[in-house]
């Protein structure tokens, strides 16, 4: 197995790795210390099925189902990830976390890609949120070490995507501002603009103009980031609990198509 940096801290390409066969524990390991080395994992040419995809996925815990739930497969674990010129918006157009509106959210994602834009575009970029909270001053730092926020399913589910809430409404859930890496031990900011509605116990004016700067920190600071450019057969494998990505939408009217599928952490966001 090879593995090549994207950048010096977020990102690699793992080459000689066929998915499509079941993985020696040799093989696993090396892939999970890539994994929590790197946070974004990028193997190209690869010929998945769907199960095929999910048995890789499978092979890190148990698969999430998404509160959107399957439209187009029918698989409740498979999420659709499709842009055409008919979309009203594409998921994930905008720097965010997966799913932490859920109180356990998922510890990765998985999508393989199997249809490009005809001319180009459609790029992910992903950002290391362990050096987002390493830039911060000391004071900053301090401040938020002790906050907690909300994360709410409404807000890009009903907000951005104009979906029907199910019965009982879309997830909400509150995490720390600041947690932990259960893996590597390294803190991470965790806001993201996607599902972070407020900070509590500040007013809203202050959790507004703080919760402002930390997304502009995230999405102003190209350092932070890493981006992966698609082909047919790339199949990217991001850590939600230290990452955050965004869709590039820069591809209209053509056509992009992908499936996600998600594991379930074994641990809420803690400090
Ligand atoms: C997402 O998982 O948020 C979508 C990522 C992408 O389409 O590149």
């Given at each position: 197995m090879n593995v090549t940096p994207l950048t010096p801290h977020i990102g690699a390409e793992i080459g000689d790795v066929d998915l499509s066969h079941p993985l020696d524990d040799d093989a696993l390991a090396s892939i999970h210390q890539a994994f929590l080395d790197w946070g974004v994992l990028v193997f190209r040419e690869q010929q998945l099925s769907r199960e095929q995809h999910k048995e890789f996925a499978r092979r890190f815990g148990q698969l999430h189902t998404h509160p959107l739930n399957s439209e187009g497969t029918g698989d409740p674990e498979v999420l659709v990830v499709k842009t055409t010129k008919d979309s009203a918006y594409t998921a994930g157009n905008g720097w965010h976390t997966d799913v932490?509106?859920?109180?356990?959210?998922?510890?990765g994602s998985m999508l393989y890609m199997s249809r490009v834009p005809g001319y180009g575009g459609g790029d992910t970029m992903y950002a290391d949120m362990y050096l987002a909270y390493e830039m911060l001053s000391e004071a900053m730092k301090e401040l938020l070490d002790d906050l907690v926020a909300v994360h709410d399913g409404a807000l890009p589910y009903i907000g951005a995507y104009k979906s029907t809430p199910p019965e009982g409404g879309y997830p909400k859930n509150e995490h720390p501002v600041v947690v932990t890496h259960p893996e590597t031990g390294r803190k991470v900011l965790y806001v993201n603009a996607g599902f972070t509605s407020h900070i509590k116990g500040l007013n809203p004016d202050e959790s507004k103009v703080l919760l402002g700067i930390l997304f502009d920190h995230i999405a102003t600071v190209p350092r932070l980031t890493c981006r992966v450019s698609w082909q047919p057969g790339t199949l990217t494998f991001w850590d939600n609990r230290c990452t955050q990505h965004h869709a590039i939408w820069d591809y209209y009217p053509h056509e992009r198509y992908g499936e996600r599928v998600s594991i379930v952490a074994g641990e809420r966001p803690g400090i």
């Open positions: 932490t509106c859920d109180a356990f959210p998922p510890m």
